[in-house]
């Protein structure tokens, strides 16, 4: 068996530390070495117990110091838990293999179930996915509605001092539409007229009213006069409408304001929503991800399950078992001959 250890270090080196100081062993002892190698114990502890081991089997069972029993005890403890470990491994190798068909299905099963429950994240991640989109749209839609509610409401007071100057122009012309009614317009009057009547009356009367104003009243035709009577009845209903919106400055200045104030209202609910949406579809993101790793994981789970991959482990197991059982009957042996019988482990 090979040497345990480092070698010491070269004349430029200092005092060498305890880990690098090489153990020259007894071959005789090999078995117990072995056994050593195996057990769970820092490296450090294996050194010392190479080197003492000799120390502690070379005298017979009934010749031996109380502390050189006491260092076989020890090892007799290590061993033991040293085979225990291996029969509960081979316990453990057999269960499975025993099992196989049983944790195959249930496995088979639970990648099923696993796909199952990703999918129908999926599905839940894709209509996250929409309500959050939804909820954007709405909220750009909101803004812009609010917007214009802001400018709407600034601008009453220029809307004020135009249907304040509005009004007396329609005023002026309708004069000269009562005018014309005796007496063709000239074409300066007629296009004034058609300028403001283009903004209130239908495309048809507005084309219609340019022949009529200026045709001497004689010659009109009954569809003419008609048309005249429709323009001047046309600034009459406008002149009155901008009558009553000055009458209802005031109430108009509260009814923006009071629409102003509900398209904000609505931005906040809009927006609370959206950020809802957003953090149910970051969380189904989340959920869809674990269940994504999920099925993953047990597919993974599945493929390595082999029966002959069991079949190894349970062999191999029982190898370590048996050979390590074979090393510690040596050591039991070794350790109970007395002094008249060969020491040979």
């Known amino acids: 068996m090979g040497k ?42 294996k050194h010392m117990l190479h080197a003492m081991a000799p120390f502690a089997l070379k005298d017979g069972a009934d010749n031996r110091h109380k502390f050189q029993t006491k260092l076989i005890d020890m090892m007799s403890q290590l061993f033991l838990e040293l085979e225990t470990s291996h029969k509960q491994q081979l316990e453990t190798c057999q269960n499975k293999f025993d099992n196989f068909a049983t944790e195959k299905q249930s496995l088979e099963e639970a990648v099923a179930e696993a796909a199952r429950q990703e999918q129908e994240q999926q599905t839940k991640d894709t209509q996250a996915k929409s309500r959050c989109d939804q909820q954007q749209t709405h909220l750009e839609e909101a803004n812009v509605t609010f917007k214009s509610a802001q400018q709407h409401r600034d601008n009453l007071e220029q809307d004020k001092a135009d249907i304040l100057k509005e009004k007396p122009a329609y005023e002026e012309l309708k004069g000269i539409i009562t005018e014309s009614k005796k007496q063709p317009l000239s074409l300066g009057n007629a296009e004034q007229i058609i300028t403001l009547l283009k903004p209130i009356g239908p495309k048809a009367l507005v084309d219609a009213a340019m022949i009529a104003l200026t045709t001497k009243p004689e010659e009109r035709s009954s569809f003419a ?9 046309s600034f009459d209903s406008h002149i009155k409408s901008l ?29 609370q929503e959206s950020e809802n949406s957003i953090e149910e579809y970051i969380k189904t993101q989340n959920d869809l991800l674990e269940f994504t790793e ?52």
């Open 4 to 45: 345990r250890g480092l070698a010491v270090a070269g004349p430029a080196s200092k005092v060498a530390k305890p880990s690098e100081v090489a153990v020259k062993e007894d071959p005789k002892f090999s078995p117990v070495y072995r056994l050593i190698d195996q057990v769970d114990i820092p490296l450090s502890a």
């Open 243 to 271: 009558e009553e919106k000055i009458l209802s400055f005031d109430t108009e200045a509260e009814s923006r304001v009071a629409a102003c104030k509900l398209a904000e209202e609505a931005v906040c609910t809009v927006r």
């Open 294 to 345: 999920k099925h993953k994981a047990l597919k993974k789970q599945l493929a390595s399950l082999e029966a002959d991959s069991l079949k190894r482990q349970l062999q191999d197991s029982a190898v370590q078992l048996q050979g390590t059982q074979e090393l510690i009957e040596v050591f039991r042996k070794c350790a109970t001959t007395n002094s008249e019988a060969e020491q040979q482990c």
């Open 225 to 233: 006069q008609q048309t005249i009577e429709y323009v001047d009845t």
